[in-house]
C-alpha cells in the first residue's frame, strides 16, 4: 500500500487516487500492468527543474528562442508575457511546446533521474528502430495559460504510456477509459484522435454516443505527476499559467498495444512490410522481457 493515498475523483466505476510513498511493486501491479491512471504524488522529488522551471527562469535564460504555437510565431518571451496576463474567457494558444532532447539538452540533468515509475524503459533501445515510434516526441515541457485548452482527446500516439508532471501552477486532465473508445469516435485515418473535440462542450448532435462516455476529471498540482496509462483518453486545460514536463514510456506492459498501433499504421499503406515489422517486434518483445529480467539494458 502507497504510504498516503487520497482521493481526487470518482464517477461510476471509475476512481482517480493521488499516492504518496508507493512501491514499485505496487504501481507495477495496479497501474502500469494493470492499465489505471494515477496521479504520484512524489515522483519528482529529486528533479531541479521542481524548483527551476518557472516563468521568470525561461523568460530569462531562453527568452530569445523561437517557438511556434498553433501556427503563430513567438519569442518564448513574448509567449510568456501572453500566459502570464491571459484569461480563462482569453486563454493563450496552446499547447506551447519545447522538445527537450532536441532543443534543449543542457535541461535533462533537471528532469533526472527518470523516476522508477517510468522504467524500464524501451523507447531509448538501440534494437527499436526509431521509425517504429512514428515520429513521436517523448520528453516535452508545456507552457500554458488559465482556459488553455488540450486542442483534441486522444490516447497517445503509439499507445505509449504518458507521465504528465506538473511543476507550475494547476491543470485539469479528464480522462476516458479504453472500454469506452466505441462511444468516442476515433478519427478514420489517426485512430488516437477523438472526433469529439470538446470534451466539456461536446456536439451530442452529431456525437451522440459521446453522451454515454464518462469522462473524469481532476486537477493535478506542482510537483505531482498522473500516469495515464495507454488507450487511456485525455485532454487537459490549464487554471492557472502552467508549466509541465511530459514524458512517454514503452515496455512489456504496453508492448502488445504498441505493436497494435504498428500494426495499423503500416496496413494501410505496406501490409508485407507490416507482416516483417510485427515479426521483428514480436521477437524483440522476448528479447527484451528477458534482457530487462536480467537487467541488462540492449
Ligand atoms: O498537458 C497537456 O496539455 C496534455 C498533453 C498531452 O496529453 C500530450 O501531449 O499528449
Ligand atoms: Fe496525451
Known sequence: MAAKTVELARLGDIVVEKKYGMTYEEFSEKHLFGNYPVVIGDACKDWSAKNKFTPEY???????????????????????????VAT?????PYPCKLQIDRDYPELLPDVTPRFMYALPDRITSKLLP?????GADTLEIFFG????????IHYDYMCLHAYITQIYGQKEFTVIPPEQTPYVYPKANNVWVSEVNDVRNPDLE???????????????????????????????RSLTA??????????ASNWK??????????????????????????????VLNTSEKIGISV
Not at 480563462?88 to 493563450?92: H, K, Q, R, V
Not at 526509431?130 to 512514428?134: I, K
Open 257 to 286: 498495444n504498441f505493436m497494435n498501433e504498428v500494426d495499423i499504421k503500416l496496413n494501410q499503406r505496406r501490409p508485407l512490410i507490416a507482416k516483417a515489422a510485427h515479426a521483428y517486434l514480436s521477437a524483440l518483445g522476448g
Open 88 to 92: 480563462e474567457d482569453n486563454p493563450a
Open 206 to 236: 452529431k456525437y451522440p454516443l459521446f453522451a454515454k462516455a464518462t469522462p473524469v476529471s481532476f486537477v493535478v498540482g506542482p510537483g505531482e505527476t498522473l500516469f495515464i496509462p495507454c488507450g487511456w483518453w485525455h485532454t487537459a
Open 242 to 251: 502552467t508549466i509541465s514536463v511530459a514524458l512517454d514510456c514503452l515496455n
Open 130 to 134: 526509431n521509425n517504429f515510434l512514428g
Open 145 to 152: 495559460s488559465p482556459g488553455g485548452q488540450f486542442p483534441y
Open 58 to 84: 525561461f523568460k530569462t535564460v531562453y527568452g530569445d528562442r523561437k517557438i511556434v504555437v498553433q501556427g503563430n510565431n513567438y519569442t518564448l518571451s513574448e509567449y510568456i508575457d501572453l500566459m502570464m
